[in-house]
């Protein structure tokens, strides 16, 4: 089992997949590798979603993880706890993870256990770099087009106001007022209907 500690922005995208692209080159950005995933939400059924929040119901969720990166297939079960103050800025989040040999096993215990699944979001993602400065450009099925750059120690993207400072200075082609998108909170409000 493994606990990843980390921050990260993640940015609505405002403009075409190909003016993004054209534009990260102009920029001096080059492709790199490119992944699948495929997130399963699992929510305990004794859980009374009615009055709850997007947010409160996920932290109450354990994602079942199908990737695909460069021909390898990777299968976790990940639990993420994030710190979030109440302007909706990611202050912190955590993630553990417990790789398994089958998703689909995973999915029959957690139904044995009473947790039923809520949402399945995919997404394709590239990853895009410059001078050891990485993005990821998500690609959210049915969904938007996010990109997602963490925090990295040691670096001049060590924090959130360093990649936000980076952000603004590359002028990416983005929405400006909210550096925190929540991608699961997004696809749960259509499915709820909220």
């Known amino acids: 089992m493994a606990i ?3 921050n ?10 190909d003016e993004l692209v054209n534009y990260l080159r102009k920029q001096g950005f080059k492709s790199g590798r490119e992944f699948s995933l495929d997130d399963y ?8 979603i009615d009055n709850m929040s997007a947010r409160e119901i996920l932290s109450k969720a354990i994602i079942l993880r199908y990737i695909v990166d460069d021909g390898k297939i990777i299968q976790k079960i990940t639990y993420k706890i ?4 109440k302007n909706g800025d990611i202050i912190n989040q955590r993630a553990i993870n417990c790789d398994v040999k089958n998703i689909e096993d995973a999915k029959k215990i957690f139904e044995a256990l ?10 394709n993602d590239i990853i895009y770099y410059k001078n050891n400065f990485e993005l990821a450009i998500k690609y959210i099925e049915k969904g938007d087009i996010l990109i997602e750059i963490e925090t990295e120690p040691n670096t001049k993207w060590d924090t959130v106001e360093n990649i936000k400072s980076i952000i603004s200075e590359i002028n990416l082609p983005i929405e400006k007022d909210n550096y925190f998108i929540k991608k699961a909170e997004i696809e749960l409000n259509k499915i709820l209907k909220r």
């Open 8 to 17: 990260e922005v993640t940015v609505r995208v405002l403009c075409s997949n």
């Open 4 to 6: 990843k500690e980390e």
């Open 82 to 85: 994030k710190d979030i103050n």
């Open 41 to 48: 939400y699992y929510i305990p059924s004794s859980l009374n």
């Open 114 to 123: 009473d947790y039923y699944e809520i949402m399945n979001i995919k997404e």
